[in-house]
């Protein structure tokens, strides 16, 4: 069974910092890319940073970029977030996912197969 849990949201001031784990089962980790993707309300879920497992090639979104660093411990088969200097419009749900293969693209949420229940990120001003 495929299974994708997210940990590490929660409440932070702007400018601060939290640390979202992917950590996922059930799938052959070394082949799939991993994505991060949020969701605030009234908005469509947007791509945020991605990671290939097997060749850890990464891609970040323009609006996190310098940010937000995203990895991964294959081992463990998990992948972190660190998210940096927090904004309020960082405030959303935040959901990983996985799909086969390798980044080529922008991280597009119809391409992923699996997804986690998400973990809510709230930025106070």
């Known amino acids: 069974e495929v299974q994708l849990v997210e940990s590490g949201g929660g409440l932070a001031q702007a400018g601060g910092s939290l640390r979202l784990s992917c950590a996922a089962s059930g799938f052959t980790f070394d082949d799939y890319v991993i994505g991060w993707f949020r969701q605030a309300p009234g908005k469509e879920r947007e791509g945020v940073s991605a990671i290939s497992s097997s060749d850890g090639s990464t891609y970040y979104a323009n609006s996190v970029k310098g940010r937000f660093t995203i990895s991964s411990d294959n081992a463990k088969t998990t992948v972190y977030l660190q998210m940096n200097s927090l904004k309020p419009d960082d405030t959303a749900v935040y959901y990983c996912?996985?799909?086969?293969?390798?980044?080529?693209?922008?991280?597009?949420?119809?391409?992923?197969?699996?997804w986690g229940q998400g973990t809510q990120v709230t930025v106070s001003s």
């Open positions: 996912a996985a799909r086969w293969g390798v980044i080529t693209h922008t991280p597009v949420p119809s391409f992923y197969d699996y």
